[in-house]
């Protein structure tokens, strides 16, 4: 820093010296008049203010012991810190300050009065209770009128720029957004309505806001109040609940914020700062699934644990929820080095004590993975590294097979050497009937897992899930991108469908299925209704505040080459067995040729390092469901 810049903060601190004492010196003036006006005041309310009337007894007394009082209540005042406090931003603490100092004021008065009295008999009791009222009464009107001054400055300001506000639930949490919104000096926020669907609430008012109803009044209110956004303040409820409650608000047209969950109201966390934006999620109307994480990773605690695809979105996720319960040793292994990095750096700050490792690594390298597993011996490998993203991986098949398939192979090969003692390898609802080279590889990665289970101690997995919201090939983040742009949204098909499910559900069922496993399992969530894309640009559309069609247009494109109009879980041939959890499922193993299958992995390796241009003919041969090279109708290969 400059000298100049030195000589220049060191005038701004003297300016901001000068300023607070300034304002301390008024304050100082203000209350010593306030005690001289409460003390003669009292005394003249008690006489009906008939100044002749008081004896001066009384009187006499009062202004002999005046200047004593008024250095008391100064040193008073000073103590509980009336002199120091920040008045535009004063709450209940300042007020009870104010309000125990006038009191031990007071109290000072009544001993200094006994002492200074003329004759045997005392002041009025009265007396006492008018000089306390009065005094409190001066002293709220210095230190909280200038905070309302200061809010009735800031809202007349701001009057053309308010937002018009409806908030739903009318319990603790509303409760306390409406009570931040309407005491805050800052928020241009101003709260119109109430939503809640308790009868006994309707017409009363909280905080001078009505609860004009139930969700039947929400399109109507929202129309009549000239309504610019909705709060959703009911963390407690069910995702069926808040569902049926977003489905009606998106036809507002306003834009929708939620309190993420019921933890926000038990902590003490509710403000607008918790508030975020409704996400498409919370229209899908399925419970989350929920597992006891903490009796889960239970066996993660003091393992080693290696992920690879460590940076991805499920990688990461999965990195997270294995960090915060006490791993050995963390093995991140990603070929992404800024995901990698990211991860490494969330970690660390996070998780100060862990004992991590990030590795910049290929799972299509033998020697390099060979080399992972010799040097850390992981424990528990989670397999999350793979090509993902259909359109692309079409267009480029043969590094789908060198990846993902030969990836896997090899991971499982060094895990097998190695001692690992589970292998949880993440699969896909595409390698159901799949009709693209990235679901066709991902069944082939089904069946080394299965195979290498046979033959070893390490217990082999595979969970199979649907699409995950938010991922970084997940169409969420295309569809806010268009959004953002104006538009148009563009969706491929108008009834193309989708089962979805967030990233933490997928990464408990992964996490869960490392519990389950007994070895050769594939692991399918129960992911309820499909959901039609069509539907999601919809809503997320509107969710957005937009018309759709009007503001936003939606565009479709056509099928993707590889893409079929909705996806599966299971294959008819595994059957389905139940797990303790009633939302996950095991897929039974399908018997297949080993030796054939062997030879065939061979021949598919040679082809795709010499880039053959036949690589799905020979995957075909191995994946006999896989369908290719047609126009998929219904979701199925024809």
Not at 188 to 195: D, K, L
Not at 298 to 311: D, E
Request: hydrophobic letters at 40%.
């Amino acid at each position: 820093m400059t000298v100049e810049m030195k000589d220049k903060e060191k005038r701004k601190g003297h300016l901001f010296n000068y300023q607070l004492l300034y304002r301390r010196t008024a304050l100082v003036i203000y209350d010593i008049l306030s005690v001289t006006a409460s003390s003669f005041l009292a005394i003249l309310l008690r006489y009906d203010m008939q100044l002749d009337e008081i004896p001066d007894q009384f009187l006499l007394p009062i202004r002999n012991f005046l200047p004593v009082n008024i250095l008391l209540t100064l040193g008073i005042f000073y103590l509980f810190r009336l002199y120091h406090s920040l008045w535009a931003f004063a709450g209940e603490n300042e007020m009870q300050n104010l309000v125990v100092a006038c009191f031990l004021s007071a109290l000072a008065s009544g001993l200094g009065l006994h002492l200074f009295r003329v004759s045997g008999k005392p002041v009025p009791d009265s007396y006492y209770f008018m000089y306390l009222f009065l005094l409190i009464s001066f002293m709220f009107v210095s230190r909280f009128s200038y905070r309302f001054l200061r809010s009735r400055k800031h809202r007349m300001a701001n009057r053309k720029n308010n937002i018009s506000v409806m908030i739903i639930g009318a319990g603790e949490a509303g409760n306390a957004l409406i009570k931040e919104i309407v005491t805050s000096n800052y928020s241009t926020m101003v709260i119109r309505c109430i939503i809640d669907d308790d009868r006994q609430k309707w017409g009363q008012f909280i905080q001078g806001i009505k609860v004009v109803g139930g969700r039947d009044k929400i399109i109507e209110s929202a129309d009549l109040y000239d309504v610019d956004e909705i709060f959703v303040a009911i963390p407690s409820a069910s995702r069926t609940a808040i569902r049926d409650i977003l489905d009606l608000c998106k036809e507002t047209n306003c834009k929708l914020r939620s309190l993420p969950g019921m933890y926000q109201l038990v902590n003490g966390e509710v403000s607008v700062s918790k508030l975020r934006d409704v996400e498409v999620e919370d229209l899908l109307g399925r419970e989350p699934i929920r597992v006891d994480l903490d009796s889960i990773l239970g066996y993660v605690q003091n393992k080693t644990v290696l992920v690879t695809g460590g940076g991805g979105s499920i990688g990461s996720e999965l990195c997270r929820q294995i960090a915060s319960h006490k791993p050995a040793h963390l093995i991140i292994v990603d070929i992404y080095e800024n995901n990698a990095y990211d991860i490494q750096q969330e970690l660390t700050v996070r998780y100060p004590n862990l004992k991590l490792t990030v590795l910049i690594a290929s799972v299509r390298n033998t020697k390099r993975m060979n080399n992972i597993f010799e040097t850390y011996r992981p424990d528990i490998v989670y397999h999350a590294a793979a090509h993902k993203h259909v359109p692309l991986m079409e267009e480029s098949p043969n590094e789908a097979i060198k990846n993902n398939v030969f990836g896997t192979w090899k991971t499982a090969q060094a895990a097998a050497l190695y001692g690992t003692k589970k292998f949880v390898m993440i699969s896909t609802d595409k390698a159901v009937n799949p009709t693209n080279i990235m679901g066709a590889s991902k069944r082939i990665c089904e069946m080394i897992i299965q195979t290498y289970n046979k033959h070893y101690d390490t217990e082999f997995v595979a969970v199979r899930f649907g699409n995950v919201l938010g991922s970084n090939g997940s169409v969420i983040p295309l569809f806010k991108k268009q959004i953002a742009a104006g538009g148009p949204v563009t969706v491929t098909h108008p009834d193309i469908i989708r089962y979805f499910m967030t990233i933490p559900e997928a990464v408990s069922l992964v996490l869960q299925a490392g519990v389950y496993a007994r070895g050769g399992e594939i692991f399918v969530l129960d992911m309820g209704e499909p959901v039609k894309i069509l539907d999601l640009a919809k809503n997320l559309i509107r969710l957005s505040g937009y018309k759709v069609g009007e503001d936003i247009r939606i565009e479709f494109t056509g099928l993707r080459p590889g893409e079929k109009l909705y996806e599966e879980l299971l294959m008819d041939e595994e059957g389905l067995e139940d797990t303790a959890n009633r939302l996950i499922h095991i897929g039974k193993p399908i018997d297949l040729d080993e030796e054939a299958f062997f030879v065939q992995l061979k021949q598919l390796e040679e082809a795709s390092k010499d880039e053959r241009s036949d690589i799905r003919m020979l995957v075909r041969q191995i994946v006999p469901t896989y369908q290719y090279g047609r126009k998929q109708e219904g979701g199925v290969g024809q």
